[in-house]
């Protein structure tokens, strides 16, 4: 009996259960009998602070595993398709390099390569105080991945950062990664405060951020359009309300903003959320406080997570110390080539009908939005466009945050995120068989 394996992996500090509605879509709508759904759970929590290469060398062996195990049960897989979120896709791209170098792909059709919200050209900064101070700390406070998020990590022996080794087509993650049949990355197209437009779609400029919202045109399939409904704006405003008098109840309720920033188990009533609200200038500070030191906390537990791994010779043969072998072999010239920044900046755009898109373009009406991408993320996105992905677009125009809306990671907490079921059931209509 054979068997199609379709991996999920999941985000930082993430676990299995922020993909259940993935999971459960994904076996009420994909008509295949023969599909076995595996929710990677090795690299979670923590262990997300351990890298991508080190994640991904978990994941790849607990893909192994459960090939094994399906073997001793009769079924052969012969397909496999994986789907990663936001850190789980970049994940999921060092573990099809892993699978291949492994003769993984010899006996098994790679189908299926999804990622949702993924930071493919790592985290971009933006002209702020705060994008600058998380470019900062980042970087620190969250061990070895934040590093490689940031690419300021020197992965290769020719220290060039990990997410510019797995993006050049010269090695095995591109490679891996062209293999598949269909290549399919969904993307926010505003308010995602985690990861922004341009790095989840892979694009060097965010058209969004440019002319706004308003009038927007969006590409929306047909059959997909009732799914949107719940947070699409109403064509007729509706009639205003009487205002309540000023310190009455009412007028204390109503300050009640229209889309809570707390979780619910931390929205109360009238009264105790004045006080809670009133409380806010100190509570914040000690929030914050408590976060970096958790942060720091986990990002020093991770990195001498890191020594021992490396420091063990059982771990010789993987896939970054074989690559490491390798870069050793190339040329000078090339690798002077490659991490020429100056050259990268001023490299044409390959594809003729983007550049010719990209002329056209008006110029930015708020540049103070545009993140400002680095010689090396330029590079990379030019680099990945090559390959024949299929991009998708979510538009939640109403969100806080959008990020955890894309997936419906946590509808038990938050009702705000079944907002994002058309986006996983089109992932799942899309699945090829």
């Known amino acids: 009996m054979t068997s199609h394996l379709l991996v999920l992996v999941h985000g930082m500090w993430g676990n299995p259960g922020h993909l259940a509605e993935l999971n459960r879509i994904a076996k009420e709508t994909i008509p ?11 690299n979670k929590e923590d262990s997300t602070y351990d890298g991508i290469d080190w994640g991904g060398e978990r994941v790849a062996e607990e893909i192994v595993a459960e090939v094994e195990k399906l073997k001793q049960e009769g079924r052969t897989v012969t397909k496999f398709s994986i789907t990663g979120y936001s850190l789980g896709g970049l994940v999921s791209r060092y573990v099809v390099g892993i699978l291949r170098q492994r003769g993984f792909f010899e006996n098994v059709t790679p189908v299926n390569f999804n990622t949702i919200a993924t930071p493919h050209l790592g985290l971009p900064r933006y002209p702020s105080f705060f994008s600058s101070l998380a470019s900062v700390l980042g970087p620190k406070l969250l061990s070895r991945t934040g590093e490689q998020f940031y690419c300021v990590d020197k992965w290769s022996a020719k220290d060039r950062p990990l997410l510019e080794v797995m993006a050049d087509p010269d090695r095995i993650f591109y490679q891996a990664l062209a293999a598949f049949q269909t290549i399919r990355i969904y993307a926010n197209s ?3 405060r985690t990861v922004a437009y341009v790095t989840a779609a892979i694009e060097v400029d965010d058209p969004f951020a440019t002319r706004g919202t308003n009038g927007l045109e969006l590409e929306i399939d047909e059959q997909y359009k009732h799914l949107i409904k719940s947070y699409s704006l109403p064509p007729v405003p509706p009639p205003a309300t009487p205002k309540p008098t000023v310190l009455s109840p009412s007028w204390f309720k109503s300050l009640k903003p229209t889309r809570p920033f707390l979780p619910p188990f931390l929205q109360f009533r009238f009264p105790i959320n004045i006080a809670l609200y009133a409380l806010l200038p100190v509570l914040i500070p000690v929030f914050m406080s408590l976060a970096i030191v958790r942060l720091s906390l986990a990002a020093r537990s991770s990195r001498a997570r890191i020594r021992l ?6 771990n010789s043969q993987k896939l970054a110390h074989i690559l490491a072998q390798l870069e050793k072999q190339v040329e000078d010239a090339v690798v002077e080539l490659i991490d020429d920044d100056a050259h990268a900046a001023a490299e044409p755009i390959d594809d003729p009908e983007r550049a010719l898109a990209t002329k056209g373009r008006c110029s930015p009406k708020h540049p103070q939005e ?8 330029r590079r990379i996105a030019s680099w990945l466009n090559r390959l024949p992905l299929k991009k998708e677009r979510a538009y939640f125009p109403n969100a806080l945050n959008s990020h955890a809306l894309i997936i419906c990671r946590d509808v038990k907490n938050f009702e705000a995120h079944r907002q994002g079921e058309g986006i996983v059931r089109h992932w799942a209509d899309s699945f090829v068989l």
């Open 32 to 42: 295949d009998p023969n599909l076995h759904i595996l929710l990677a759970e090795t």
């Open 190 to 192: 505003v308010n995602d």
């Open 309 to 314: 791994l490396e420091n063990d010779a059982s």
């Open 370 to 377: 545009l993140p400002i991408l680095t010689p090396t993320q």
